[in-house]
């Protein structure tokens, strides 16, 4: 499963990922071992999942705008309407949750002209009415999530 | 602010850096931007907070942390911040929002916490609701179940389809 290399690459690279020529090599470095070794652990952290990507993590609405969005679909049509709303690129998220309100997804889109756009056409293709809830404001810093990888 | 050369960049980047010898150099190549060019502005938009952390964006349910429950509550407008700046502190919470009341959805704070299972998620959040002095506001917990999409938050241009329709 996971090997001590990929827990230290889940646990001490979620910030401050180097922002130099070689980063790999200067993880390398900092780990004592060698740079195609690294390559090869983040390549198998992306092949079984375990991780969406390397990159930067973006405050809400400073390209584009977002919201939450919910809705209410009946059990036996939630996996077909599920489905039609994640074939949006603009969709990010699509979660079930435990509530009466039981399909819960973002939206992202380049201004609010477009997220409307993708609103009204989601309504449309699923006949149900989806509340919308934008982001007011952003309380969170985000310093990563520190792990426990022990049974991993 | 983002200039046009940043927005270019994050919409390349903001894809994933390449795992390869040389990242910066291959997200230079598909914006048309020098190499050191890529890294002077992640570096700057990373001090102005622009970038909020750059580095490994973890899939939490493959890793073990099946439970995850947002919390919403109705709390005084004029305590929202400070109670979602108390909220943030907290290592175990991933989110945490201020959203608009609507009609017959009263809450206006939304906090998101991960954990292994549902226990220790509802542990941790009457830890939470002690240390924040919560208990006396409305509230709602909404563990997910299946997860039907997940991927990072990647920022979208109109597509052709939804500007013709």
């Known amino acids: ?34 740079e195609a070794e690294v390559l090869s652990a983040f390549t198998e952290l992306n092949d079984n999942n375990f991780i969406s990507r390397i990159g930067p993590v973006i ?30 690129p603009e969709v990010n998220h699509n979660y ?21 756009a993708v609103i009204d056409s989601i309504e449309r293709e699923t006949s149900y009415p989806a509340m ?15 792990l426990d990888l022990n049974n991993a | 602010m983002l200039d046009v050369k940043d927005r270019q960049l994050l919409e390349h980047i903001q894809l994933g850096l390449p795992v390869c010898s040389r990242p910066y150099l291959e997200i ?8 050191a060019e890529v890294i002077d502005r992640l570096t700057r938009l990373k001090q102005q907070g622009l970038i909020k952390r750059m580095g490994v964006i973890v899939k939490h349910r493959q890793l073990g942390y099946r439970a995850n429950a947002m919390t919403v509550w109705n ?4 305590l929202v911040k400070q109670l979602g700046g108390h909220i943030s502190r907290f290592s175990f919470v991933t989110l945490c929002y201020q959203r608009p009341r609507q009609p017959e959805w009263p809450y206006n704070l939304y906090c998101m916490i991960h954990g292994k299972d549902k226990a220790t ?45």
């Open chain 1, 1 to 34: 499963m996971l090997s001590p290399l990929h827990k230290q690459l889940l646990n001490d690279y979620q910030r401050d990922f180097p922002l130099s020529a070689r980063p790999y090599q200067d993880i390398a470095d900092a780990l004592g071992v060698t």
């Open chain 1, 59 to 88: 405050p809400p609405n400073h390209i584009g705008v977002s919201a939450l969005v919910a809705m209410s679909v009946p059990e036996s049509q939630l996996q077909a309407v599920a489905d039609k709303i994640s074939a949006y």
């Open chain 1, 96 to 116: 079930e949750r435990e509530h009466r309100l039981n399909l819960w997804f973002v939206v992202i889109a380049s201004d609010a002209e477009h997220l409307r």
């Open chain 1, 132 to 146: 919308l809830l934008p982001m007011l404001d952003d309380f969170f810093i985000d310093l990563g999530f520190k």
């Open chain 2, 28 to 35: 230079g190549r598909l914006c048309d931007m020098p190499e």
């Open chain 2, 75 to 78: 709390v005084p407008d004029n």
């Open chain 2, 121 to 165: 998620v509802l542990k941790q959040l009457d830890q939470l609701i002690d240390a924040c002095g919560l208990s006396g506001f409305d509230k709602e917990i909404l563990f997910s179940n299946r997860c039907f999409k997940q991927r990072g938050a990647i920022y979208q241009n109109p597509t052709p389809a939804l500007a013709d329709g």
